[in-house]
C-alpha cells in the first residue's frame, strides 16, 4: 500500500506551499517454522531449534526474546522446555530488514509438563495361587491411560490395573502403565517386572488301611519340613496313631509345604482305620 504523505506550509505573505511524499506501508512476511505440532512441547522432550523465515524481506538483524531460549543466530533460536517450564510462554521476535523497516513477530510456546508418572499396589512376586492384585495409577489429571501386562490374567479400566495371578504362567512379566497428556502429545511410562512363583510339588505315602490297636506310625512327606495334619495325627512329630483316629473310613489325611517363595501346597491321602476281626 503505497499512501501520500503532504507538508503544507503558508508564510507571513499567506504563500501556500506543500510537498507530498509517498510511503509504502508493508507487514511482515516472517514467520516461526519448524515448530511443533500445536506448539506443544513435552517437558522431557528435549530441546528444539526454531527458526525465522520470510518470502521477500531480507532479515539484516533480529534478536529474540521469551522464556527458555538461546538465540543461535540472527534467525533462529533453540528452545528448552525445561527451562521455561510448565505452562504457556510468549516468544517474540524483532528485527529490521535492509531499509531499516522495523518488524515484531510473536507466538505462544505450550510446554506441556507431565512428570513422573507410576503405578503402586503391586508386590515383587506372587504365587500362582494368590489372590487378585490391584494397582492404581499415579499421574496427573486428565489425559488418558493404557495398561499392557500378561494375557491372560491382567486387565485394566482407566488407571486401574488388576493382575489375577491363578490365570497367569509361572515366570517373569513385565506390567507398564502408559499415560498420554489431554493434548494428546506427551506420554510417559513406567514398567515394572513381577514374578509368578509355580507351587511347591509335594506328595507323601501312606498305608490304605491300618488295624485300630496299632501303634503310632511315623509320616514322612516330600519336600521335608511340612506338616502334616487329620484325625490322629500329631502335626509336632509327625505322626499317626490309630488309635486316636478310631474306627473309620476314608479319614484325610493331609500333608501341607510352604518352599522359600512362601507358596503353599498340600496333598491329601485317605486311608481306613478297621477294628480286629480276630
Known amino acids: 500500500l503505497n499512501l ?12 501556500t506551499n506543500d510537498s507530498t511524499i509517498s510511503v509504502k506501508i508493508i507487514q511482515t512476511d516472517a514467520s516461526f517454522t519448524s515448530l511443533r505440532t500445536n506448539n506443544v ?19 539484516s538483524s533480529g534478536i529474540f526474546t521469551g522464556s527458555g531460549l538461546t538465540q543461535v543466530d540472527s534467525a533462529s533460536f533453540v528452545f528448552d522446555p525445561v527451562v521455561a517450564g510448565q505452562g504457556t510462554h510468549t516468544i517474540s521476535y524483532s528485527y529490521y ?12 510456546l505450550n510446554v506441556d509438563s507431565i512428570g513422573v508418572v507410576d ?10 495361587s494368590s ?9 496427573p489429571p486428565g489425559g488418558t491411560s493404557a495398561w499392557t501386562g500378561p494375557d491372560p490374567g491382567f486387565f485394566y479400566n482407566n488407571r486401574t490395573g488388576t493382575l489375577q495371578p491363578t490365570l497367569i504362567s509361572p515366570g517373569f512379566h513385565d506390567i507398564t502403565y502408559l499415560y498420554t497428556s489431554s493434548t494428546g502429545l506427551c506420554q510417559a511410562s513406567v514398567t515394572k517386572q513381577v514374578e509368578i512363583n509355580d507351587l511347591p510339588v509335594v506328595s507323601f505315602t501312606i498305608r490304605p ?4 490297636a496299632e501303634t503310632p ?33 476314608d479319614l484325610p489325611i493331609t500333608y501341607t509345604y510352604t518352599d522359600t517363595n ?4 498340600d496333598t491329601t491321602i485317605t486311608v481306613d482305620i478297621v477294628a480286629s476281626d480276630a
Open 4 to 15: 501520500p504523505l503532504t507538508y503544507t506550509y503558508t508564510d507571513s505573505n499567506n504563500c
Open 41 to 59: 512441547y513435552c517437558y522431557d522432550g528435549g530441546t528444539d531449534t526454531i527458526r525465522v523465515e520470510t518470502d521477500t524481506s531480507v532479515i
Open 97 to 108: 530488514n535492509l531499509v531499516s523497516t522495523p518488524f515484531t513477530i510473536s507466538n505462544n
Open 119 to 128: 503405578f503402586v499396589g503391586m508386590a515383587d512376586e506372587y504365587c500362582v
Open 131 to 139: 489372590a487378585s492384585a490391584q494397582m492404581t495409577a499415579l499421574a
Open 209 to 212: 488301611v491300618f488295624n485300630v
Open 217 to 249: 506310625v511315623t509320616l514322612s512327606g516330600t519336600p521335608a519340613q511340612g506338616t502334616f495334619s487329620g484325625i490322629g495325627v500329631s502335626p509336632a512329630d509327625s505322626t499317626f496313631n490309630p488309635a486316636t483316629a478310631g474306627v473309620r473310613v
Open 262 to 265: 512362601l507358596c503353599t501346597n
